[in-house]
């Protein structure tokens, strides 16, 4: 880019100048001109008629006179009555621009190509008492001036080329100075500063851009590890559900082939249809599990009163087996009448989810407290004396499949969903839920129903 620049102004330079050299010879030429037009007519004012009748050595005698102009003397008919040089002979001059024009005007000028040489003759023609007196003197053409002119020059051309080639280099290191510091900051990833006013838009042009492209990139990194994330996400769902559906499908085959067996006692075929009957329960528990996780962003989100005292009485109700199998101290404090703006089914499955964990991951013979309480903020707390939660695993016991009970379908019999749900559908209508928990101590989780946002 600089050399262009630099070539381009060198050019530039070299045309005004040959311009100005076209000038210059154009009106040193046509000064020079009138001169010789006026020093011709200086000549033929001198003139004397006797010299005319004196043929060529009268026209010699005045050429010597006036310092060797051709002296022409014409008759009125166009003859040539006398000539001080030796020319081409033209037998009628009277068809001579400057001849006509002196016939009609008392005198006249004309440039043309010389008689007596291989150049230009400027003709002065004056009209006399005897005829016409025509003085000529060669001149220069434009062309030749030009030249002689340039080769004169020519030096001083070059020497102008050169300071004009170092100018324009320095120039162009200039002005390119704040583009290589653009450059440059572009480079390393800072912002660019102008320091020049007039390339200061085209700074802050290029900062714009570079910040878009900055956050496309950042937009585009923060996409690729979503799609990882969301790759391991779906991995790790398809291992397991894998794991959880081979455990009962492997009981179902491995007890249904023992079915096939017509000599089994009735008490081992019992066994068996009862494990196919359980597994295939389990099976089929999962399995709407798994459903109802999936269509939770989907589900119903129009919101309408929701009785959630009346909920978690049911859900209580519901478990009295359970808790009296596994002998625990039921501590209820219900508020009566505490409503909501949520659906039916989605409290079911919070308060259902958080009550069934506690009661299924509780000490036999511990104590299980379900506190509801009112207000702006109801807030729901359930509490169990169970297996209690590691620090490790307390930011773990949110995601799907996993169960503090490692054994899949083991002792506990959890797919490691319910906790999962509670806290999609927690997030889905605006609740909070906070879990606080100590190892072989117990757990606490409490959900704050906050105030939905209905869509329009």
């Known amino acids: 880019m600089r050399l262009k620049i630099t070539l381009f102004s060198l050019f530039i330079t070299l045309l005004c100048m040959l311009l100005l050299l076209v000038a210059s010879v154009e009106i040193f030429y046509n000064r020079s001109l009138n001169a010789q037009k006026n020093t011709l007519k200086v000549y033929a004012g001198i003139f004397e008629e006797q010299d005319f009748d004196k043929g060529d050595i009268g026209a010699k005698d005045f050429s010597d006179k006036i310092d060797g102009v051709r002296v022409t003397f014409i008759l009125s008919d166009g003859s040539v009555h006398g000539e001080s040089h030796e020319a081409i002979k033209i037998t009628n001059q009277s068809e001579m621009p400057e001849v006509v024009d ?74 390119f100075r704040p583009l290589d510091k653009m450059v440059k900051d572009l480079s390393l990833g ?28 950042i937009e585009i990194e923060e996409q690729k590890k979503l799609n990882e994330k969301l790759l391991a996400f779906k991995n790790e769902f398809v291992a397991n559900i894998t794991h959880e559906m081979n455990t009962p499908l492997t009981s179902i085959k491995g007890f249904a082939e023992l079915l096939k067996n017509v000599d089994i006692k ?51 109700n519901g478990a009295e087996p359970d808790i009296e199998a596994k002998n625990l101290t039921l501590i209820k404090d219900i508020d009566s009448e505490v409503v909501i703006r949520c659906t039916h089914e989605a409290v079911t499955q919070i308060a259902g989810n958080i009550i069934r964990n506690a009661i299924k991951y509780n000490k036999e013979g511990g104590k299980l407290t379900v506190s509801l309480k009112g207000g702006e903020v109801p807030v729901l707390t359930v509490e169990d004396t169970g297996i209690g939660i590691s620090e490790a695993d307390k930011e773990r016991v949110f995601e799907r499949f996993f169960t503090v009970d490692k054994s899949h379908g083991g002792k506990h019999g959890g797919f490691g969903l319910g906790l999962a749900v509670v806290k999609k559908l927690c997030g889905k209508w605006n609740f909070k839920v906070n879990l606080s928990s100590r190892l072989d101590e117990g757990t606490k989780i409490k959900v704050s129903f906050g105030e939905f946002t209905e869509q329009q």
């Open 266 to 316: 009735e008490a081992q075929r019992e066994k068996a249809v009862n494990t196919i009957l359980k597994q295939s329960e389990r099976l089929t528990a999962l399995i709407e599990t798994i459903i109802n996780y999936n269509e939770i962003d989907f589900g119903d989100t129009s919101a309408c009163d929701v009785n959630v005292s009346r909920i978690v009485l049911e859900i209580l």
């Open 190 to 217: 800072s912002e660019v500063v102008a320091y020049d006013p007039e390339i200061g838009k085209l700074a802050n042009m290029v900062n714009e851009k570079s910040k878009a492209v900055k956050n496309l990139e």
């Open 102 to 175: 002196a016939a009609s005007d008392g005198e006249g000028y004309s440039l043309r190509k010389s008689e007596i040489s291989s150049g230009e003759a400027l003709y002065y023609c004056k009209k006399t008492q005897n005829g016409f007196l025509r003085l000529s003197a060669d001149v220069s053409s434009m062309w030749a001036l030009f030249k002689e002119t340039f080769m004169g020059v020519s030096g001083i051309l070059f020497l102008c080329a050169v300071m004009c080639t170092v100018a324009a280099s320095i120039w162009s290191v200039y002005v």
